[in-house]
């Protein structure tokens, strides 16, 4: 099992930036993508964006790629989200999620076997 814990977000100023943490613990030689979905009020679960701890390799999903910045830390086993120029539309609740799934692909839920409790993230105008 590999457990993750999601740290950041909060109450935010619209224009301003976020960043998130999520950190891995447990058996987490089997982590081969760690990425980032999130889930507005009212909307589905959307995946944002990914990264490869074998080779940095990146997933975007549907954020727009010049705000949304994903990093690895391959000794503390984190993953970091840094979001940029926040929007109203930014608002959700910010899930990290664990693979342990060699794929092309990696925008599915159902690709990740391993889910944290959620960050809100909140932006105000």
């Known amino acids: 099992q590999v457990q993750l814990a999601e740290s950041g977000g909060g109450l935010v100023q619209a224009g301003d930036s976020a960043s998130l943490s999520c950190s891995a613990s447990g058996r987490t030689y089997s982590v081969r993508v760690m990425g980032w979905f999130r889930q507005a009020p009212g909307k589905e679960r959307e995946f944002v964006l990914a990264?490869?701890?074998?080779?940095?390799?990146?997933f975007y999903g549907t954020a727009p790629q010049d705000r949304f910045i994903i990093s690895k830390d391959d000794v503390k086993n984190t993953v970091s989200l840094r979001i940029d120029n926040l929007r109203a539309e930014d608002t959700a609740t910010y899930y990290c999620?664990?693979?342990?799934?060699?794929?092309?692909?990696?925008?599915?839920?159902?690709?990740?076997?391993?889910w944290g409790q959620g960050t809100q993230v909140t932006v105000s105008s």
């Open positions: 990264i490869s701890f074998f080779d940095g390799s990146l």
């Open positions: 999620a664990a693979s342990a799934f060699w794929a092309d692909s990696y925008s599915d839920e159902r690709m990740y076997d391993f």
